[in-house]
């Protein structure tokens, strides 16, 4: 069973690596530079927003495992959402990180509160939260329950914050890191659709991978304890 | 900023992606072939053990 | 029948409280203490016009207020077993969650109705009779936020190991769009300065945000409170 699923993770994997070097000679080669006052900068936008955007998936993933969990009490459910949940914060630390190069590219400063970097900052936050909270809850069905609530909880709460954000003056720069100028060209779109592909490939690569691992765990857990007992 | 130093930025940002993404894979793949042996080592002696007891 | 229990359900609570008064005296105390840290935090300088700070001022102290009013009036329900002996009789769950966030509600507005004149006498310079109504519905709405995802994360916080000290955890990344959306508000009422954007955009939001919460809040309080 765990064979079938490796199998697979190195597909995507491939798939996932194939897309992504396509989407970057697409973004640099094909895409013209300078739609926008940005300039070169601009460029980090080809795997900056797919990784925004999966990173959402992720959390919107959790959201749909914990409802499930709850609804049915199915542990793996609960490791799905765990998993995704730890992806989610990992590729929102590589929004954050590549958010504030760009930042520093385009407008010399290493922070804004402009409401993207300020919603993923407030995600981290708070999806770390989530972890804090499993590592409080010693008896597993009630752990899994709780992580559940919040990350159905933490989810809804996103698009709250990321709105907030956006009644608020943003200080220095109101500027909104978006795709250059007004809309997007048809060859800026192509990079960034392709990109965008390879990176969601790449999440369900990852997600695949580390159920994986949680698999072999418990696996080795039930073994030592067949034979402790 | 000149062109030379965004250039400079926008590498930062991609090699960071990239060491990030592909070396937390690896290192989740290192996982699975060590939680692997370890599955395959303690299976052997568990089918050992019980070869043992059911000759005795 | 669900109505009667959850009048019996917040009488009891609010009737404890009333008798010790511990935890409003807690919050209020913290809410005075709080303002004369945040004078003495803003006013380095002669004449320093701290108008545009009095909205985060008054929810930040609000928000804290009331993470020690939820974590007080939670400790007291555990180490009494009073949540246990709730959940041996046929009360729906999701009336007992009503009614501990009518009470932590009414313990909010209890301290609000005695900091904000107190808070507007130390620090806002503008009047703001006029605009009094429009900021009582932002309270409200704010406090309702505040108190239904309260009182939900502080079911889940009290049953883990940490207890209190989870729930600031938890709860403050959750009510960032809330402290977002009230001190906004709040300021744009305090100074008066109609450049600070249209009120009612914040209070549809926060509106919208009560509604979401407390609906979510109903579909998952069993689960929070199951034992």
Known sequence: MILKRLLTAPALFAAAGALLAAGLLLAFLYAPTDSSSMGFSQKIFYYHAPIAECALLAFAIAFVAAILYLRSDDPRYDVLGMVAIRLGLLFSLLVMATGMIWGRAAWGVWWTWEPRLTTFFVVCLLYTAYFVLRQTVEEESRRATFAALFAIVAFISVPFTFFATRLMPSGLHPVVIGPGGGGMPGSDLLAFFVSMIGMTLLLLAMIRQELAVEHLKEELHHLKNRIGA | ?56 | MGGRQFVAILRKDLIRELRTKEMLISMFLFVMLAMVIFHYAFSVKENVDITYFTGGMLWVTFIFAALLGLNRSFAQEKDENCLDGLLLCPVDRVTIFFAKMAGNLIFLAIIQIVAIPVFTVFFVKHGYFGRLPSFLLVVLLADLGICALGTLLATISMNTRARDLLLPIIFLPLIVPVLIAATSATTAIFSGDSELGPLGARLVFLAMFDIVFMVAAYGTYDFAIGE
């Open chain 2, 1 to 56: 900023m000149t062109l030379a130093e965004a250039v400079k930025y926008v590498a930062a940002a991609y090699a960071i992606i990239l060491v990030v993404l592909v070396a937390y894979s690896m290192f989740s793949a290192r996982r699975i072939s060590a939680l692997q042996r370890e599955l395959q080592v303690l299976e052997e002696a568990v089918d050992k053990s019980a070869k043992r007891l059911g000759g005795e």
